[in-house]
């Protein structure tokens, strides 16, 4: 399921936004996570998800630009 991270070596997984593009996310849930992860099609899909105010027992993920220290060298734009 996960890759590693080109930059920070943690693990990823990517998956395709609803927006088409594909996206770096933790491999790990988190419980700050707002998105939530689910394989369809043969690739991995990620869907906006707030976490709720009480636990719902949903695994929810965190794009991994929040949390790869190196994250700017690898956004669009990056000289």
């Known amino acids: 399921m996960s890759q590693v ?3 920070c070596k ?3 997984v990517w998956a395709r936004m ?3 593009k594909l ?3 933790d491999a790990d849930p988190s419980p700050k996570g707002d998105w939530t992860l ?5 690739e991995w899909r990620a869907r906006h998800s707030p976490p ?3 636990p719902d ?3 929810r993920y ?4 929040a949390t790869c220290p190196v994250a700017n060298d690898f956004r669009s734009g990056a000289a």
């Open 52 to 54: 709720p105010a009480e």
């Open 62 to 65: 965190l794009n991994h630009f």
């Open 10 to 12: 943690a693990r990823i």
């Open 23 to 25: 996206s770096p996310f």
């Open 38 to 42: 689910e394989q369809a099609g043969g």
């Open 57 to 59: 027992g949903v695994e």
């Open 18 to 20: 609803d927006s088409g």
């Open 5 to 7: 991270c080109a930059g």
